[in-house]
């Protein structure tokens, strides 16, 4: 499956964000290529998925809200918010208006903020890039990228971990793949 290359998405990203989102989402291409060197993935791919993983981050609701309609989206996201929607529902865009048919690649973006059991190298990749690229900067950030340098799956659980307390401590609502991937990485069910 094609998608296009990193120079030709580079501008099509820089117009869709503010400038400090769109800082975030070249770091964490960076921060792709960093952990797809240490696990003999493709750097290039990395960094593209990097790059486009918060394409739609900034869309208003409605727009999320009537693709889920024109797509036939499971009608459940309808009761979640952007903080879900832009992963899920925002590959859709990426496919239509980037021009990226790769479903690795929309794969990796679906599963950026809500993770899932199963996650290929190039899903492990970006949500652990998106976590801790270099202008992340919470408690523990060093020892999450130690953790995470040793072994990928390791920093999988850490960040499904560290996050699912955050919204439970936080009184928030868990989306129902993030509990089945939190069992599965750090739960080993
Ligand atoms: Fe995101
Ligand atoms: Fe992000």
Redesign the pocket.
Known sequence: MTYPKYDQLYPEIKAALSRERFEHVVRTGEYAVHLAELNHYDTEKARIGGLI??YA?ERPADDFLAEIDKKHLDPDLKNWNSAIW??VVGAEFAKDELGIEDEELLNSMRR??TADVEMTTLDKIVFMA?FLELGRNFADTDVARDVTEQSLNDGVAWQLEFSVTRLVRNHQAVYPKTIYAYNHWVGGK
């Open positions: 993983h918060d981050k832009h992963g950026h903020t998106d």
